[in-house]
């Protein structure tokens, strides 16, 4: 999965991330964990990644990681951010 294509613009200022969604002109921030999932997302990424990348950056327990990468995945996926995997 990654961010969908030309259609989400993706900003870091101060070290939070922003994203619009040109579609609907709607603005999100995202907090430090999500900034580093925005980071990947930009190229195809798995579940696994995401949670591996969690785990290295803020040295938390393997199911905590999971827990924040399929919340922060559910949202954007509600909000139709993201395309599957080819």
Do not use: C, H, Q
């Not at 199911?63 to 949202?75: K, Q």
Request: hydrophobic share 45%; no cysteine; proline share 3%.
């Amino acid at each position: 999965m990654k961010l969908r294509g030309n259609e989400v613009s993706v900003r870091e200022i101060d070290g939070e991330m922003v994203l619009l969604d040109l579609r609907t002109s709607e603005y999100l921030t995202a907090n430090r964990v999500g900034t580093v999932l925005l980071r990947l997302l930009a190229e195809d990424r798995t579940v696994d990644d995401l949670t591996d990348a969690l785990v290295a950056e803020f040295e938390v327990p393997r199911e905590t990681a999971l827990a924040d990468v399929n919340a922060f995945v559910g949202e954007l996926s509600t909000r139709g951010l993201l395309e599957p995997s080819p």
